[in-house]
């Protein structure tokens, strides 16, 4: 098992990273913001985002899976543990991959019973075609083809999340 094939560059994603922050940091001005990252896949492009929101905002985790371990597809099944406070919030979830949907749109109706002020998406790549279900992308770095993808948070077995870049796993 290796990383083959690059498919997002560090230079890209520093740059589109940038952008992103920049329109985050001017659609939530005067609001209360609260970066939600779902872990573990988002922590680095989280952190990343972090650091180009010019506006004052709070950050913090939530664990949701939808996969066995070990599997590469989405079961449909979704598990979410310990939702933190979230009433008043403008929430912005904080995600690395789109793929069925299965997780977002479960854990967007999941969050919405918690009452925050306002809750959208922003997520770093998205498998356009995979698509199971329909779930509004606020906030989207880049359109991805349908590979197996590691690096940049993204894991295969939790291992290659440190890669600086995006590149398609080798079996
Ligand atoms: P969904 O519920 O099918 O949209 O699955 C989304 C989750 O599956 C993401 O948060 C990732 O954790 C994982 N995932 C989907 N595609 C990939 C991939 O290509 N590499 C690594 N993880 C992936
Ligand atoms: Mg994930």
Do not use: W
């Not at 770095?141 to 398609?168: C, K, M, Q, T, W």
Request: one cysteine or more; a negative charge; proline letters at 4%.
């Amino acid at each position: 098992m290796e990383a083959g094939r690059v498919v997002v560059a560090k230079e890209e994603l520093d740059k589109r990273i940038a952008e992103l922050g920049a329109q985050i940091s001017s659609d939530y001005k005067s609001r209360d913001l609260l970066l939600l990252g779902i872990l573990k896949g988002s922590v680095v492009f989280l952190t990343e985002l972090m650091r180009h929101i010019t506006v004052p905002h709070k950050i913090d985790f939530i664990s949701v899976s939808s996969y066995g371990v070990g599997a590469r597809e989405s079961s449909g099944l979704v598990h979410v543990q310990a939702i933190p406070d979230i009433a008043g919030y403008d929430v912005l979830i904080v995600e690395d991959i789109i793929d069925t949907g299965y997780t977002l749109d479960y854990l967007k109706r999941r969050l919405l019973k918690q009452n925050p002020a306002s809750l959208r998406i922003c997520c770093l790549l998205d498998k356009t075609e995979r698509r199971k279900v329909i779930v509004p992308i606020d906030y989207r770095g880049f359109s991805v083809p349908n590979v197996y993808l590691v690096g940049f948070g993204l894991d295969a077995d939790e291992y290659f999340r440190n890669l600086p870049y995006v590149a398609e796993l080798e079996e």
